[in-house]
């Protein structure tokens, strides 16, 4: 009873992440599910990736957390629009949450929209906000042994960040490890290595970025 | 309907608990549950932790993971009984997972139960195991907003453990201001500053938890 619940709770929530996705493509917006752990750095990410994608695309943000707005609070400083999304325990973010933010965005007026999932590698992997481009960051902190571990999450990602890669020789971990143990798990997905802390390491991830909002853009579906 | 049914789940979770957590006290048993974030050092700790409990203590570990037993065979050099349980993607570790693995252990030959749940900072918060405490292990790479972020599982710890301290200071990050951060949301439980790695490191928490151990073991019930 239990898993068909489940079921249930999946094919509804499929449903509504197909609405999102068209509403998205109505409106030519690009849209990135961000997940990771908690702590691997999404929200450290996203306050240096708005500062390059802002200059060229009007850009919001949505925020999912449990309880607290501290993320939303980190990037007010970018005054772009950015809709908070508490969870109240909830474990993940899911699509009829993403449907009723965007009900606090002018979509018309709007290019690019990031989604801060909520710090878990394990649930947010079953749920389809609608989104374009699902990012997974991995810390090294973590450790190497992380992509079999949560092949779910792992094998789901279309692009992947190893993050705070400056403190990989402290933790005696090797980043080739790491893109190896990716490989095994997901083949196709890109990989980039960042220290999201330092603008310039995220040269390679922003241009790449930058072109598959682009190609998004210019296509036809 | 989804509610009513999570409702029913726990209450059932909740009875299972208590007939493990009855199991237990009837065999004089202490059991640890580990719960933090993926990578936060839980097997490290348990490796440096094992090597001095399983001196004084019959001792046993049940590893939770969603897919591997990558963490049982990095405990294998303990030569004590390990069991595994595989949740295949399930996010978190229950009673009744725990109440199976008991039939594989020789309760009357033991003292010391290590339980190593899902790496996962939400979920595992409402699932009693029958655990006599609950371990929560956050590490310093992971930020100090995080107890006020996931205040449900920083409220229910029973003891805390701050991980890689050694990370601290590249991490940018004051020990002391998490410190202040969990005792904003769990002012009672003791917390312990370690770096897993380092056997020296451990020396507090080892003898507390051994106090901790020799209480449950000399108390009537």
């Not at 699509?95 to 929209?113: F, P, T, V």
């Not at 450790?143 to 890669?165: H, M, Q, S, T």
């Not at 020789?169 to 330092?198: G, H, Q, R, W």
Request: include cysteine; charge should be neutral; proline fraction near 4%.
């Amino acid at each position: 009873m239990e898993i068909k619940i489940l079921k249930n709770v999946l094919i509804k929530n499929s449903a509504i992440g197909k609405d999102n996705r068209d509403l998205f493509w109505k409106h030519k917006i690009f849209t990135l599910n961000m997940i990771s752990s908690p702590g691997a750095g999404k929200t450290t990410l996203l306050e240096n990736s708005l500062a390059y994608f802002t200059k060229n695309y009007r850009t919001a943000v949505i925020e999912g957390d449990l309880y607290t707005a501290k993320d939303s609070e980190r990037l007010q400083s970018h005054n772009i629009p950015i809709v908070q999304i508490n969870t109240e325990g909830g474990c993940h973010l899911d699509a009829r949450m993403i449907s009723g933010a965007l009900q606090n965005l002018k979509l018309e007026e709007l290019d690019l929209i990031f989604i801060e999932n909520v710090g878990n590698l394990v649930c947010p992997s079953s749920f389809d906000l609608g989104e374009n481009l699902r990012v997974l960051i991995l810390s090294v902190t973590e450790g190497a042994d992380k992509p079999e571990k949560y092949a779910n999450i792992f094998a789901g990602a279309e692009v992947i960040l190893i993050n705070k890669v400056d403190l990989a020789p402290l933790c005696k971990i090797d980043i080739n490890t790491i893109i190896s143990e990716i490989k095994k798990i997901n083949p196709k997905a890109p990989i980039f290595p960042v220290t999201a802390t330092d603008y310039n390491s995220l040269n390679d991830w922003n241009n790449w970025l930058d072109k598959a909002i682009n190609n998004y853009r210019n296509a036809t579906r």
